[in-house]
């Protein structure tokens, strides 16, 4: 079974980034991979990698998993042009993986999905984590999903009402 780790969120539960990534987790479920899932709540419990409170149990879950990992989703809104805070903090913890034996991400595919309230933060997020995901030696997939997002982009399901952002998401996910 393929192992996916799916990270992203804010830390409002229901927010228009965890309602992508779900779309795009269970599109990679549809096609047989196990998904574990690092939300905005966990996100937000975390202290400042390296910073005050950090320890080398904090995040040692994620890190666990991300090691054993196939691939990776990763998720983050359109904060002033580039990812969040939260997203980024999350995404430092991948430093305890520096001396494995696979470092970082190495050889994995990365699913990214950015949202945002404008197409040019949207777009500028998305370069940002493929970016990010170059450093930390991951593969970017070749699509990568940029979903404009307002109030009604989902309906009360958490269901994306574009169809074409839908497809995006789909394709990440798969």
Not at 23 to 42: D, K, M, P, W
Not at 96 to 120: C, K, M, N, W
Request: proline share 5%; net charge negative.
């Amino acid at each position: 079974m393929i192992r996916i780790v799916a990270l992203g969120g804010t830390p409002r539960v229901g927010s228009s980034t965890e309602k992508a990534l779900a779309l795009a987790c269970r599109a990679a479920e549809v096609s047989g991979a196990q998904i574990t899932h690092f939300n905005g709540e966990y996100m937000s419990s975390l202290p400042f990698y390296g910073g005050p409170g950090h320890s080398a149990d904090a995040g040692a879950d994620m890190v666990a998993a991300v090691r054993k990992a196939d691939g990776i989703l990763i998720a983050s809104p359109g904060y002033h042009g580039s990812i969040s805070g939260l997203v980024k903090n999350a995404l430092d913890y991948i430093e305890d993986l520096s001396t494995d034996e696979r470092p970082y991400l190495h050889g994995r595919p990365v699913g990214l999905i950015a949202t945002s309230f404008g197409h040019q933060a949207a777009m500028s997020t998305l370069l940002t984590l493929r970016s990010i995901t170059h450093a930390l030696r991951g593969w970017p997939t070749p699509v990568g999903a940029a979903i404009r997002t307002t109030p009604e982009t989902f309906d009360e399901n958490g269901e994306i009402r574009d169809v074409g952002a839908r497809m995006q998401l789909e394709l990440v996910g798969q």
